[in-house]
C-alpha cells in the first residue's frame, strides 16, 4: 500500500488482561463490522470457553467501553450467558481511532467484508477510502450492493484510486457512464478497473471523451462484460482470476482506441 494509505495511530496506554462484564460492553457501528448472527450461533454450539481468547476493547474519555475487536465473542458470550469477557483495553481513543485500530487488527486475520471495510475505513477517516468516496460523491455515486446509481465492487474502485489516484478514479466513472449510461453493468469491476488501467497508463495520451464514444460504439457493457469473461477464462484452461479479466478488459480498450488510428499513434498493450 503507498504510504499515502498506511493505518496510523497515535500512541496510547493500553492494558492487557482486564476483566470486563459483558453486559457493560457497547458496540459503535460505525467502526464495527455487520454482525453475523448466523456466525455467532454457529459459535455458540460449538464453544469452548477456555478458547475465547482476548477481545480488544476502547475505553472512551466518558468511561464507555466499545468493542474494537470480537464482538462475534461478545455476543457468543451473551447468547450463552458468560458473564465476562479478558480484554485488551485501549484509552482515549475516540471513534475514528477506533476504526483505524479496528482495521489494524484485522488486517491479517479474518477480514472484514470489502464493504465493511469501506464505511469503516470512512468512519476512520483514512485518506485512501476518503479520496474514493470524493470521486464517486463527483458523480453522483455511492458504494453499496450495485445498482444503476451504486458501485458495488468495492475493491475494484478502491485499487484504482490507491494504483492511479482519485483523479483517475473520476475519469473512469464518467468515462464508464458516457459510454453506457448508469446501468448495473456500467459498475462492473472489471469493466472499471480495466478502463482506470488504460487511464493510468495512457490517461495523458488520452481524450476521454472519443474513447467512451468508440467503447459505447462497441457493444453495451453487459456484452463487454460475456467477451472479457470469456476470453480470460479462454473455455476454462487459463487463469480467470479478477486480475486476468482487467488485463483483458485493459487489452480490449488498447484494441479499440488503436483501430483505424496510424501507427505513429497507437498505444503500445
Given at each position: 500500500m ?74 457468543v ?146 456484452r ?8 480470460a ?8 482470476g ?22 505513429e ?5
Open positions: 503507498p504510504k499515502k494509505y498506511v493505518y496510523e495511530l497515535r500512541k496510547h496506554r493500553v492494558e492487557h488482561g482486564v476483566m470486563i462484564p459483558v453486559e457493560v460492553l457497547k458496540i459503535d457501528e460505525k467502526a464495527q463490522r455487520t454482525l453475523n448472527e448466523a456466525r455467532a450461533r454457529s459459535m455458540a454450539n460449538h464453544l469452548v470457553p477456555e478458547a475465547l481468547g482476548t477481545i480488544v476493547v476502547s475505553q472512551r474519555e466518558n468511561g464507555d467501553q466499545y468493542i474494537v475487536d470480537g464482538m462475534h465473542r461478545w455476543h458470550c451473551k447468547l450463552a450467558s458468560i458473564p465476562e469477557l479478558v480484554a485488551e483495553v485501549h484509552h482515549g481513543l475516540d471513534q475514528q481511532e477506533e476504526a483505524v485500530l479496528f482495521l489494524i487488527k484485522n488486517r491479517e486475520s479474518s477480514k472484514p467484508t470489502p464493504l465493511d471495510e469501506y464505511k469503516i475505513g470512512l468512519t476512520a477517516g483514512l485518506p485512501l477510502f476518503v479520496d474514493t468516496e470524493s470521486a464517486l460523491h463527483k458523480r453522483n455515486l455511492s458504494m453499496g450492493s450495485t445498482g444503476t446509481n451504486v458501485v458495488g465492487a468495492v475493491a475494484g474502485v478502491l485499487r484504482i484510486t490507491e494504483l492511479y489516484g482519485p483523479e483517475t478514479l473520476e475519469r473512469t466513472l464518467k468515462i464508464a457512464e458516457d459510454a453506457w449510461g448508469r446501468t448495473k453493468e456500467t459498475w462492473d469491476g472489471m469493466l472499471l478497473g480495466g478502463i482506470g488501467m488504460f487511464l493510468g497508463r495512457h490517461g495523458d495520451d488520452v481524450d476521454d471523451k472519443v474513447l467512451a464514444e468508440r467503447i459505447g460504439k462497441k457493444d453495451p457493457a453487459f463487454w462484460r460475456a467477451n472479457i469473461t470469456a476470453l477464462s479462454a473455455g476454462g484452461t487459463r487463469h480467470s479478477t486480475g486476468s479479466r482487467v488485463s483483458t478488459c485493459y487489452t480490449l480498450l488498447v484494441t479499440e482506441w488503436n483501430k483505424g488510428r496510424r501507427v499513434k497507437r498505444i503500445d498493450v
